[in-house]
């Protein structure tokens, strides 16, 4: 099993739900982030910010961090649809994080590995 972090641009989430249902996922976990990478996020003239009490300018963009546990079999080609219909060919389209899995349960019914997800 492998653990995909989807990190991609809010307006694409409902796309990105479209491709994981079409290859059987069971579930997944959504949060709203924020972050920079090769974009740099956006810096406006003199944005400055005060997070607990310490100057900082603002240039993190808001991003959907969409956490998934699949089969080892489905990794590629949920890769592949997420590049070819997410994607718009500028930087900030997001990223995919790949982690192996060791094992999963279902706490309800004590399910493990794959027929726990």
Sequence with gaps: MKELIII?????????????DTQNCGGMTI?????CGTQKGIVE??????????KTNINLLPKIRV???VPDHSVEEIITELRDKITTGHV????????????????RTGERNEKAL
Excluded: C, H, W, Y
Excluded at 45 to 54: S, Y
């Design 8 to 20: 991609i641009r809010p307006e694409k989430l409902e796309m990105v739900k479209q491709i994981l």
């Design 31 to 35: 949060s709203t982030v924020m972050g």
């Design 45 to 54: 003239e003199n944005a400055v910010n005060v997070i607990k009490g310490f």
């Design 67 to 69: 956490e998934v546990v």
């Design 92 to 107: 900030g389209d997001g990223k995919v994080f790949i982690r192996n899995i060791e094992g999963a349960v279902r706490l």
